[in-house]
C-alpha cells in the first residue's frame, strides 16, 4: 500500500474528515486531498504529528518492510547523537516484537543492544559534563570522581572493579559451547585482549594457539598478540624483538602497521606510533572509504604531546574524510563528535 492510501484509510479508521485533519495538522484540507490523491507527499517536519493524529508509528505511515525498519534505526544511531524518549520507546517496542522471530530474531537483540548503548552514550555525555562541573566545584568530594570514571572509562584503582573475570568467563563459554569450535575469531580476540590486560599471560597464550588453527584467523595478528603476551609477562625486550621481526615481513601490511602503532602508543612512544599510524593510513589510499581510526589515534597522541595545533589539524582531516568518503554531512553525528573534540582543544 502506497502512503497515499494509507493516510486516506487511517483517517477514515480515525474518523476524521480532510478538514479536522487538516485543523489539527494546522494546514490546509487542500494539502490532506493532495496527499490522498499522490499529488505531493506530506512535509517530513509533519510527520511525526501526522502519524501520532493517526495513531500510527512513522515507519507503519510508510509500511515498511522489517528490514526497512530496521535499516532506519540503524542509519538514525548513525546520524543522530541522542533520540527523544518517544523515538527510544517506540523503537524499543519494535525490536523486542521481533526477539522471537526466527528470521528477523539475531538481528532484533543486536539493534537492541547498539540502541541501549546509543542511549547510553548520550547519557554518558551528560553524566561527564555534570560531574565536571561537580569535581571542579568540590574536588575533595569523591562521589563525582566515580561517576567521571564510569562516564569516560578513565582508569579504576581496585582491583577487585578493575578486572575482567566475569567477560573472560563469559567468552570461554561461547568458545566452548559452539559445536563447531567457534570458528568465528572474534571471541579470541576478545578473550585474548581481557586476558592481557588482566596479565593471565598462559591463558591468553592457549587462545593464541588455538585462533591460530582458525580459518579465517588474520596472520599479522599472531606477532602482535605474541607481543602483548611478553608484555604481559614484563618482557619488553622480547616483545620490541617481536615486533620488529614481523615488521620485516608485514612492512606493507595496513593492518599490521595500525596495530604496531597501537603497540607503540601503549608503550608511550608517541612518536613511533605516530608514524605508524600515518603509514597504515597511507597503505589504505586506494581502499576508501576508509576508516579514521589511524586519524583519531594522531589526534589524540598530538594532543597528549600538547601539540594543540597539529591535533586540530588532524581532527579537519578526519572531517573531511567523513565528509568526502563517507558523504556525512555537517549535521550529522559523525561529524559533530569530531568538530566537539577540536573544541575542547581550542579552550
Same mark, same amino acid.
Given at each position: 500500500m502506497n502512503i497515499a492510501n494509507k493516510i486516506k484509510q487511517l483517517r477514515l479508521k480515525s474518523g476524521l474528515t480532510q478538514e479536522q485533519l487538516a485543523a489539527r495538522l494546522g494546514i490546509s484540507a487542500q494539502s490532506v486531498s493532495k496527499w490522498e490523491t499522490a499529488v505531493t507527499m506530506p512535509d517530513i517536519t509533519l510527520l511525526p504529528l501526522l502519524s501520532g493524529e493517526l495513531g500510527v508509528t512513522i515507519d507503519e505511515l510508510f509500511d515498511l518492510t522489517t528490514d526497512e525498519k530496521f535499516q532506519r534505526i540503524e542509519r538514525r544511531m548513525d546520524l543522530e547523537l541522542e533520540f527523544s524518549d518517544s523515538v527510544f520507546h517506540e523503537y524499543a517496542a519494535l525490536l523486542e516484537s521481533h526477539l522471537d522471530d526466527p528470521e528477523h530474531g539475531a538481528r532484533a537483540y543486536s539493534l537492541l543492544a547498539h540502541l541501549y548503548h546509543h542511549r547510553m552514550e548520550a547519557d554518558a555525555r551528560k553524566v561527564s559534563r555534570y560531574a565536571r562541573k561537580a569535581i571542579a566545584l568540590a574536588p575533595e568530594k569523591k562521589e563525582c570522581q566515580w561517576l567521571l570514571q564510569k562516564a569516560e572509562g578513565a582508569n579504576c584503582w581496585d582491583w577487585n572493579i578493575a578486572n575482567h573475570a566475569s567477560v573472560i568467563d563469559f567468552y570461554k563459554e561461547i568458545i566452548e559451547a559452539d559445536p563447531n569450535g567457534c570458528e568465528s575469531p572474534l571471541p579470541y580476540y576478545e578473550i585474548m585482549d581481557n586476558l592481557i590486560a588482566d596479565h593471565r599471560a598462559a591463558e591468553a597464550r592457549s587462545y593464541l594457539e588455538k585462533y591460530r588453527k582458525l580459518p579465517a584467523h588474520k596472520p599479522f595478528l599472531i606477532p602482535?598478540?605474541?607481543?602483548?603476551?611478553?608484555?604481559?609477562?614484563?618482557?619488553?625486550? $622480547? %616483545?620490541?624483538?617481536?615486533?620488529? %621481526?614481523?615488521l620485516e615481513e608485514l612492512a606493507d601490511d595496513s593492518g599490521f602497521l595500525f596495530e604496531a %602503532?597501537?603497540?607503540? %602508543? $601503549?608503550?608511550?612512544?608517541?612518536?613511533k606510533a605516530i608514524e605508524f599510524y600515518e603509514a597504515s593510513w597511507k597503505a589504505d589510499e586506494n581502499k576508501k572509504p576508509r576508516y579514521t581510526d589511524p586519524l583519531h589515534g594522531i589526534a589524540v597522541l598530538y594532543g597528549i604531546m600538547g601539540k594543540t595545533e597539529k591535533a586540530i589539524e588532524t581532527y579537519d582531516r578526519m572531517i573531511a574524510c567523513i565528509k568526502d568518503e563517507w558523504g556525512y554531512r555537517d549535521e550529522d553525528?559523525?561529524?559533530?563528535?569530531?568538530?566537539?573534540?577540536?573544541?575542547?582543544?581550542m579552550k
Open positions: 602482535v598478540y605474541e607481543a602483548y603476551i611478553a608484555l604481559a609477562e614484563y618482557d619488553p625486550v $622480547r %616483545a620490541d624483538g617481536i615486533m620488529s %621481526a614481523a %602503532a597501537q603497540y607503540h %602508543a $601503549r608503550k608511550c612512544s608517541y612518536e553525528a559523525a561529524v559533530i563528535e569530531v568538530e566537539d573534540l577540536k573544541r575542547k582543544l
